[in-house]
């Protein structure tokens, strides 16, 4: 239902849920300060564009949004993707990546894919967030050791080789700054937890930082002055070359955009019991990703620990996130350029913090007990972040994941005789413990069971198991019970064996078809080379079926029949 949360929540509102929402979307600002500014400069680019992406991004999000609590704004996840596209094709670039992003999501939503998300594999989304997470890290030793260097290189391992060249130019004061500023996050919420921890160390820091004169580098000695204006909106000119390198990233920023969105929505439909509208929310979240850009913001999703941070205070409808969006922007025009004597120091600690919680380290070891397979998707997932790139590390995740659970499903399915078993009332031959009713088998037949689905992936396997027939059988009974689906593949294998048995004078006989595989025979050679008598309903009635046809033996079939498909 393409309806927002907001429109639904507001029936029966009252002043004490009011009052609940203004103060945990007051709460949920203030957390989202140091936040927003702190992911704008991780991600290579101004603090106010960090801010006006809360600001304006945040707003839709709760506005237009399909969850009641859903908390939007610049997140850990797009600090990778948005710095490499920064470094490769400029603001522009990312801006027009973006807004395409935002129309993905929007189209996303409109056709009801929000429900497709659960198809992507756990491991996967642990690698990638997990690999972030690393980067994230990475990317803060500089401001937290405050070392005199130049650009830090964008490259994993060229980063930490030129860590490693300039560890002799340590700042001892911006060690002092980030380890108070640390401290204080990891101490305040002994104290409060209405108040966050990471607001607290910046104000502390920041007005040590400028009653002290301590010399460490700050948002103003960077970027300088904080505009306390709203800033007008723009589209950049690109040419359709460029626009065409940033299909990619775009798609890119879509995908991230909706996979944490819809976790952070379902989280808190567990915190609050509630059900978000997940076609909805990829709406908002595309809207907001077309806006946002516009006016000089960055990719924005849902925040799992803000959307968090606003139910544990109260908040139980999007009034609470607009409130939040609101707070930014009365913060940014009053006070915006107060933000100039931030600690660089202080940012990188909070960014420490959000990268070890990020991290899930304890579901990434957890993890490494699991299959090989997922395993094997984990570990390539992050080490292609780290090491390459975060589109590669997901395309190809994705492919290998996608082929390894082909690879298992042929497993799952096999094909084995069953006409001694059938004969006797046994389990069997794939080692079950399923009891076959003993029925009467004629001599000149062999029953073959199919288990599981009949695809491309198990279609060579079937086709092997079916050639070791011993002798030529008059009758091949193919028991089908255990098929619930069979695709293209499936059907050309199934009509190779068929026009194998004609040659060889064996009749066909297909027992116990499912609606879809009975629905992709339908209209076939294969149907017609076999012939609609010899599809049956029962294994009854195909040993029935058998005996009629021994009573008049099958020519053999000396056409070299040719199937198109």
Do not use: C
């Amino acid at each position: 239902m393409l309806v927002p949360k907001l429109f639904t929540t507001l029936r029966g509102y009252d002043r004490e849920q009011l009052l609940s929402d203004l103060i945990a979307g007051v709460i949920v600002g203030v957390v989202a300060l140091p936040l927003a500014i702190a992911f704008a400069i991780a991600s290579g680019v101004t603090p106010d564009r960090g801010l006006w992406t809360a600001i304006v991004a945040g707003f839709i999000i709760s506005a237009f949004g399909g969850s009641r609590v859903q908390i939007g704004g610049p997140t850990g996840a797009f600090v990778v993707i948005v710095y490499a596209i920064v470094q490769k094709y400029g603001i522009d670039g990312l801006t027009v990546a973006t807004l395409m992003a935002g129309v993905i999501l929007v189209v996303m939503g409109l056709a009801k894919f929000g429900s497709a998300i659960k198809f992507i594999p756990h491991p996967l989304v642990i690698g990638f967030t997990s690999a972030i997470a690393v980067i994230i890290f990475s990317g803060e030793v500089k401001d937290f050791l405050g070392l005199r260097m130049g650009a830090v290189p964008a490259p994993f391992l060229e980063k930490w080789g030129a860590y490693a060249g300039a560890i002799g130019t340590i700042t001892p004061t911006a060690v002092g700054v980030a380890v108070v500023a640390l401290a204080i996050i990891m101490i305040w919420p002994r104290v409060s937890r209405r108040i966050p921890g990471p607001f607290v160390a910046l104000i502390v820091t920041t007005l040590a930082v400028y009653a002290l004169h301590l010399p460490v580098e700050t948002i103003g000695s960077r970027f300088g002055d904080i505009a306390a204006s709203v800033p007008h909106p723009h589209v950049p000119h690109l040419t359709l070359e460029q626009v065409a390198g940033l299909v990619g990233p775009a798609f890119t920023i879509a995908l991230l955009a909706a996979v944490e969105s819809l976790l952070s929505a379902v989280v808190a439909d567990g915190m609050i019991g509630g059900r978000h509208r997940s076609n909805m929310e990829l709406v908002a979240q595309g809207i907001a990703n077309i806006a946002s850009p516009l006016f000089g913001g960055i990719p924005a999703t849902g925040a799992i620990a803000r959307t968090a941070t606003n139910v544990k205070n109260g908040g139980r409808t999007p009034v609470a996130g607009i409130t939040h969006a609101l707070t930014l922007l009365v913060i940014t025009l009053v006070a915006g350029r107060l933000a100039a004597y931030i600690p660089m120091a202080t940012l990188a600690a909070i960014l420490v913090v959000v990268a070890y919680h990020m991290s899930e380290w304890r579901s990434f070891v957890a993890e490494l007990r699991s299959p090989k397979s997922d395993v094997a998707v984990l570990l390539t997932t992050f080490l292609l972040t780290v090491l390459v790139d975060l589109t590669v590390a997901i395309e190809v995740g994705m492919v290998l994941a996608a082929f390894l659970f082909i690879r298992r499903m042929a497993e799952v399915t096999n094909v084995s005789v069953v006409t001694r078993e059938i004969q006797q009332g046994l389990g069997g031959d794939d080692g079950s413990e399923e009891l076959f009713d003993r029925k009467s088998v004629p001599a000149g037949v062999e029953v073959y069971e199919i288990n599981g689905p009949f695809f491309f992936g198990a279609a060579q396997s079937f086709k092997d198991a079916v050639s070791q027939v011993a002798g030529k059988p008059k009758v091949l009974i193919l028991r089908m019970r255990n098929v619930s689906a069979m695709d293209s593949s499936g059907l050309h294998a199934l009509s190779d064996v068929i026009q194998r048995a004609r040659k060889d004078g064996t009749a066909v006989i297909l027992s116990g078809i499912h609606m879809q595989p009975l629905v992709a025979l339908t209209g076939s050679a294969a149907l017609e080379m076999i012939g609609r008598d010899n599809v049956v309903g029962s294994l009854d009635l195909a040993l029935a079926r058998a005996r009629t046809l021994l009573a008049a033996p099958v020519v053999p079939d000396s056409e070299d029949a040719t199937l198109t498909h």
